[in-house]
């Protein structure tokens, strides 16, 4: 199929241990890619986001035969069973947890499922669109009205995320359904990206089609400050005309 474009995760600048993991698998009409931003004390939310993404590759590895939807809410459910179940039995990963988007294409449509702040975007038309709703204490003050899109980038609570993979027995995922027509390039991304880079000058690196352009996108986000670990992940698609609805 050969749809990954480019991937990378990179530590920034400011941080020692990079808790971000990002995987991919293709095989004849199956690719799938995800990307996690860990947390927890020590190295526990490294551990939980590589968990969390081997976990879910690997059950949909063995289930490729599963109706997509119910496979992919099965298998973020079972990452998170076994996150959680390894945070009650070792004291050291206690409390660890991690956000998780997963772009997983099969039969010419792209189900993307997310849980936290990690996000999807699809770029069409020189256009970027996000499909994923952050899970986080900023998305609901903006969901209510209390603040800003302005006020929203700079709040002192940003990185506070309200549903996490691992931290409770039983976790909510949000799918959504795209065709694989309705867009040009899809885009995986941590908030080390995000949190440095407005999402114009996102779509700008991106657009320009170079061959490094994780690279391109992860140098931006350093020279900005790289205050979190960065990582990205972008595949093709197949541009059409019925996009606009993306996200809504």
């Known amino acids: 199929m050969g749809r990954l474009i480019g991937i990378k995760s990179d530590v920034g600048n400011k941080r020692v241990l990079n808790e971000d993991f990002v995987k991919y698998f293709e095989y004849e009409d199956i690719a799938i890619f995800a990307i996690a931003d860990g947390m927890g004390g020590h190295n526990a939310g490294e551990v939980a ?6 976990t879910v590759i690997d ?4 289930n490729k035969d599963e109706e997509g939807r119910i496979a992919l809410t099965k298998a973020v459910n079972l990452a998170n069973h076994h996150i959680y179940k390894a945070a009650l039995l070792k004291d050291e990963y206690s409390g660890m947890g991690t956000t998780i988007t997963i772009c997983y294409i099969k039969d010419e449509k792209c189900l993307v499922a997310n849980v936290g702040d990690s996000r999807c975007y699809v770029i069409c038309k020189d256009k970027l669109v996000k499909v994923t709703k ?3 204490l900023v998305q609901e003050l903006l969901d209510n009205g209390t603040i800003s899109e302005e006020e929203a980038q700079n709040h002192p609570n940003k990185n506070v995320i309200t549903r996490a993979i691992g931290t409770k027995p039983i976790v909510d995922v949000d799918i959504y359904e795209l065709n694989l027509n309705e867009f040009d390039k899809g885009l995986l991304c941590t908030d080390g990206l995000t949190n440095e880079l407005s999402e114009q000058e996102i779509c700008n690196i991106i657009i320009t089609d170079k061959e490094d352009v994780c690279d391109e996108l992860i140098k931006a986000s350093k020279d900005r400050g790289g205050r979190d670990n960065i990582s990205v992940i972008i595949f093709k698609g197949a541009c059409g005309d019925d996009w606009n609805h993306i996200g809504e």
Do not use: I, V
């Open 59 to 62: 059950y949909l590895k063995k």
């Open 134 to 136: 952050d899970h986080s």
């Open 49 to 54: 986001s590589k968990m969390a993404l081997e």
